[in-house]
């Protein structure tokens, strides 16, 4: 089983940029399709930006595209959601996923978050002057 931890969050001002870190303590990740989700208060995750396992293709929802980056290090078994041009609606808790079993990343993104295997506690974004 995987173990995701986020870190990077934090306060960021308008139009700054943020990068998020997701490791996996187990070492495993290098299987699995990866994403990026955020959660609104009283709202359900929503997912972000998502990443495949084989050929490293990417989904990102239209309200971070062209913002948001999600790469991965294999080697190092970490996700990384690189946040640019960050706006006041970007503030949420951002939690990293995993699955071994969605076949293309949009069908995790965008699919149902109850199905997704793994995730991790979360991280908190503050977007304020």
């Known amino acids: 089983q995987l173990q995701l931890e986020e870190s990077g969050g934090g306060l960021v001002q308008p139009g700054g940029a943020l990068r998020l870190s997701c490791v996996d303590r187990r070492s495993l990740l290098e299987d699995y399709v990866i994403g990026w989700f955020r959660q609104f208060p009283g709202k359900e995750r929503e997912g972000v930006a998502c990443m495949s396992a084989i050929d490293k293709s990417t989904y990102y929802s239209a309200s971070v595209k062209g913002r948001f980056t999600i790469s991965r290090d294999n080697a190092n078994h970490t996700v990384y959601l690189q946040m640019n041009n960050v706006k006041p609606e970007d503030a949420a808790v951002y939690y990293c996923?995993?699955?071994?079993?969605?076949?293309?990343?949009?069908?995790?993104?965008?699919?149902?978050?109850?199905?997704?295997?793994?995730w991790g506690k979360g991280t908190r974004i503050i977007v304020s002057s």
């Open positions: 996923a995993a699955d071994r079993w969605v076949v293309v990343p949009q069908a995790m993104c965008a699919g149902p978050v109850d199905d997704i295997a793994y």
